[in-house]
Nanobody, 116 residues
């Protein structure tokens, strides 16, 4: 049985930092690209970042570029999203996703709220 269990998240003040974790079981973690998405109320789910199987990060033109860092630890089957200098517009439910070709699995999602 495949599981992606997320932890972290919560309430943070503007300008603060927060880290999310996503621990996988039931898959060969090192073979999967790990991605982070977020979905704010009333908006579509958007890609925030991903890290390849060769440990290369991608941020593209995502809102977190320059403020977020994606990482992975294959010895712990865990992916991370470290968020810095957070803004109220970062408020969303954040999801991790494991991808291998056409196969993908999602984490349960975790709420992140940036507010004073």
């Amino acid at each position: 049985q495949v599981q992606l269990v997320q932890s972290g998240g919560g309430l943070v003040q503007p300008g603060g930092s927060l880290s999310l974790s996503c621990t996988a079981s039931g898959i060969m973690f090192s073979s999967y690209k790990m991605a982070w998405y977020r979905q704010a109320p009333g908006l579509e789910r958007e890609l925030v970042a991903y890290i390849s199987t060769s440990n290369s990060p991608w941020y593209g033109d995502s809102p977190g570029r320059g403020r977020f860092t994606v990482a992975r630890d294959n010895t712990k089957n865990t992916a991370y999203l470290h968020m810095y200098r957070m803004k109220p517009e970062d408020t969303a439910v954040y999801y991790c996703k494991a991808e291998y070709g056409p196969t993908s699995y999602w984490g349960q999602g975790t709420q992140v709220t940036v507010s004073s």
